[in-house]
């Protein structure tokens, strides 16, 4: 079992829809949670960090965490087609230093 | 801030031929570079974690002397694929975290091999 899952896609909307996007974990030493947004043949980018359990925002984007069931949220409002990417979430662990595990990405497609 | 670029962006090379890929920090030091590698529609793979002035810790099943890795500076981390074959085509990325921290990794915008 993958330690981090995440859906592949790929997922598809119309502009303007809200966008959810999601990763589920198992191990619960898993302390620090981000997203980050990848373009086609681009490296990818950190869009938001968070710690612990709770919800953060920055502009269009809000990530969640929720600890006790081990599972993390990005919500992307009022979705643009500059928004099409795949979008990685990755985490990774107090002990393990500057160590990341990702999830496989999902492949978003924001339709004009 | 917090830019990191490599070089070059795309290279094709023939196989059994070396090719080296360079990872810089622009505007900040960086004490461990990460190296990472990407085929397509899949996720990241890590390969090494290189530290500046010390050998680089390699993950289970990639071959060190395969993938030579040398972080020379604060500023500065070489991947080269030796005697390189097809199945070595790939999108390599690599990243950086500020010295002294936080230790957030910054992307650089990665390289694609062909080997032909």
């Known amino acids: 079992q993958k330690e981090v899952e995440q859906d592949p896609g790929p997922l598809s909307v119309p502009e303007g829809a809200i966008v959810s996007l999601n990763c589920t974990y198992s191990?619960?030493?898993?302390?620090?949670f981000m997203w980050y947004r990848q373009y086609s043949r681009k490296g990818p980018e950190l869009l938001m960090y968070?710690?612990?359990?709770g919800n953060k925002e920055d502009g269009r984007f809000t990530a969640q965490v929720d600890k006790s069931s081990k599972y993390i949220s990005l919500f992307i409002r009022d979705s643009q087609p500059s928004d099409s990417a795949t979008y990685l979430c990755?985490?990774?662990?107090?002990?393990?230093?500057?160590?990341?595990?990702f999830g496989e990405g999902t492949q978003l497609t924001v339709n004009p | 801030g917090a830019v990191v670029s490599q070089h070059p962006s795309w290279v094709i090379c023939k196989s059994g031929t070396s090719v080296k890929i360079e990872c810089r920090s622009l505007?900040?030091?960086?004490?461990?570079m990460f190296w990472y590698r990407q085929f397509p529609k899949q996720s990241l793979m890590l390969m090494a974690t290189?530290?500046?002035?010390?050998?680089?810790?390699?993950e289970q099943g990639v071959e060190k002397d395969k993938f030579l890795i040398n972080h020379a500076s604060l500023t500065l981390s070489t991947l080269t694929v030796t005697s390189a074959h097809p199945e070595d085509s790939s999108f390599y990325i690599c990243?950086?975290?500020?010295?002294?921290?936080?230790?957030?990794?910054?992307f650089g915008p990665g390289t694609r091999l062909t080997v032909t």
């Open positions: 990243s950086a975290i500020l010295a002294g921290g936080p230790y957030e990794q910054y």
């Open positions: 191990n619960s030493a898993f302390q620090y």
């Open positions: 968070t710690y612990s359990s």
């Open positions: 990755a985490m990774r662990k107090e002990t393990s230093g500057s160590r990341l595990t």
């Open positions: 505007d900040f030091q960086a004490t461990t």
């Open positions: 290189s530290n500046e002035g010390s050998k680089a810790t390699y």
